[in-house]
């Protein structure tokens, strides 16, 4: 393994991440603070608890998901988007490193920054709301393994999209609405019936309901399905990159 | 001298079936500089791209060091560095992050004294702390060669080292690319500059449209290929071109006291000898001779111009 390369990539991206610090924290937090006022106060008001859960508290693991998925697909597209606009990936393509290494450097960097803003996320949330972690260990795995399955996600758009635009539609147009409709600020029970069945078929469902059983122990859906479908979504991203790499990373050609 | 790189049957084509390289064939010796000249479009940046990896071949074996740069990747590429052609650099890092970053990437643990070793001896130790965009152009050429540098390869590949470099620059670039050789690393460089391969190689490839045309020695190219011209000139003028004189294809200068006359170095026999029997017999006396050669950039524009009348017959 080329670990002083893994760690020079890693290194420059947390960098990159350093620099523009208060662009990166800000956001989420002004964000944060946004739905909690709109939701929180202007919903809440209305809606006061969720399966025995006051509602701004409820939708805390919803709003976290929310800024994981998109901070970690749009870090590590930007991340390897950026060397290709720039030209500068010649270096990376040049050097000793395996596909496997460049993408450990890159998604290990954007997993990391969005798990920073994730944890900075529960603490402006804890300024508004009790936000209560049954299950910390359970909590620390979903962020971890959101984290890395959407950051290759990210990786994937960064190595197909054609400009900067392109990086922007799928977390816009996808991402965002599935969140939304995924159960971030209500429970699918709520619901009526013919919607519920099709917010099954939201991917997104099942990994808002997994954490949030984390916080509180309630779910839309059971751990083991929330599971499982994070699991299948980080190894048909694995699949994905595996197969475009060998491709030459859509680069090499 | 043994070879470092060694490409056989090399052949790239692009996804729109492009041809870039076709049956490419090169041996370059250990601790030589190498010019790969060609016209614009003609596989330089491709045959280089496809030694560092850059790009993927499709037919063909190379190998670093006798090593395959496919199999042993890590191994080869830790050999190898290359300066792109374009000025590719991370605007709003500093000089400093930047070749250390290229340090890591190529699997080398830092080393700071290097680092500052190099930058001292490319004359940016005082920029080290500013950032890539506050540089100028012959200034980032010198950050590019550093990050190409930081690892320590035996092979340096120069694409296109001094392009839209001014002459002062240039003629730097070139001292700095000497020493470079001179502590003992191989060379190769892509210039569309004649005078730049003719100034620092030891060795010339001609490409043109994705193959070899021609691989010698400069100095060996230049007395092969090049043609060479006598400039007699002579005491007084020459009225009109009759008697002996008549017979030889020269031309005269404006005062018509200098006889130009070309022949080529490759023929047995010249006809010098004969043409200065020549004057005298006329009556004319010599006041002075010189010869001249044909530039590598005049054999360059040959054989790719004969390269070219072939491709278009075939």
């Not at chain 1, 420059?12 to 937090?29: D, K, V, Y």
């Not at chain 2, 060996?220 to 090049?226: M, R, S």
């Not at chain 2, 020269?250 to 010098?272: C, E, G, R």
């Amino acid at each position: 393994m080329n670990w002083y390369g893994i760690k020079a990539i890693y290194i420059h991206e947390m960098e990159r991440f350093r620099r523009t610090l208060f662009q990166s924290l800000a956001s989420p937090i002004i964000t944060t603070s946004l739905y909690f006022v709109v939701f929180g106060s202007a919903i809440g008001s209305r809606i006061t608890e969720i399966d025995g859960i006051n509602y701004g508290s409820y939708i805390v693991p919803g709003m976290i998901m929310l800024t994981i998925l998109t901070q970690s697909i749009s870090n590590a597209s930007f991340a390897f988007y950026f060397p290709r606009f720039t030209n500068t990936i010649y270096e990376i393509l040049a050097a000793p490193l395996s596909s496997f290494e460049i993408v450990l450097g890159f998604v290990g960097a954007a997993a990391s920054k969005s798990l920073i803003i994730g944890c900075v996320i529960i603490v402006t949330a804890n300024l508004f709301v009790d936000v209560r972690i049954d299950h910390p260990l359970l909590m620390i795995f979903f962020l971890i393994l959101t984290s890395i399955t959407f950051a290759l996600f990210g990786f994937i758009i960064g190595m197909y999209a054609e400009g900067f635009e392109g990086l922007q539609i799928i977390p816009i147009l996808v991402i965002t609405p599935l969140v939304f409709l995924g159960g971030s600020f209500y429970s699918i029970n709520m619901l009526p019936e013919f919607w519920q069945k099709i917010s099954l078929l939201n991917p997104v469902l099942y990994l808002i309901s997994g954490f949030r059983y984390s916080f509180y122990e309630v779910s839309d859906v059971s751990l083991f399905t929330s599971t499982l479908t994070i699991l299948t979504i980080l190894i048909g991203c694995i699949i994905f990159v595996t197969y475009t790499f060998s491709k030459g990373y859509r680069i090499k050609d | 001298m043994k070879n470092i790189l060694e490409i056989n049957n090399v052949t790239k084509f692009y996804k729109n079936s492009v041809k870039a390289l076709e049956k490419v064939n090169l041996n370059i010796k250990e601790g030589e500089i190498f010019a790969l000249l060609g016209p614009n479009g003609a596989g330089k940046s491709t045959l280089i791209n496809s030694i560092c990896g850059i790009v993927n071949f499709n037919t063909g074996t190379i190998k670093i060091n006798n090593m395959d740069i496919i199999k042993n990747y890590r191994t080869t590429r830790k050999m190898t560095g290359i300066v792109p052609q374009e000025l590719n650099l991370e605007s709003f890092e500093t000089v400093w992050n930047n070749v250390n970053y290229s340090r890591g990437l190529f699997g080398k643990k830092p080393d700071h004294n290097y680092i500052e070793k190099l930058l001292k001896q490319l004359s940016l130790w005082d920029k080290k702390d500013s950032k890539i965009k506050e540089l100028s152009g012959g200034m980032k050429r010198r950050v590019l060669i550093a990050k190409a540098l930081s690892h320590q390869p035996k092979l340096l590949f120069l694409d296109e080292p001094t392009a839209s470099v001014d002459v002062e620059l240039r003629k730097d670039m070139w001292d700095v690319v000497k020493k470079l050789n001179e502590d003992g690393v191989t060379i190769i460089l892509t210039t569309h500059y004649i005078e730049e391969a003719e100034e620092l190689s030891d060795r010339v490839a001609v490409i043109n449209d994705g193959k070899i045309i021609l691989v010698d020695e400069k100095d060996k190219l230049i007395e092969k290929l090049g043609e060479k011209t006598i400039k007699i000139e002579l005491l007084e003028p020459i009225k009109k071109i009759n008697g002996n004189l008549s017979k030889y294809n020269f031309t005269l200068d404006q005062t018509n006291k200098i006889i130009s006359h070309t022949y080529n170095l490759n023929s047995n026999t010249t006809d010098i000898t004969e043409l200065l029997n020549d004057v005298k017999k006329d009556g004319y006396e010599i006041k002075d001779i010189n010869t001249e050669q044909s530039s590598l950039e005049e054999i360059f524009i040959k054989l790719i111009k004969e390269n070219n009348n072939e491709l278009v017959r075939n």
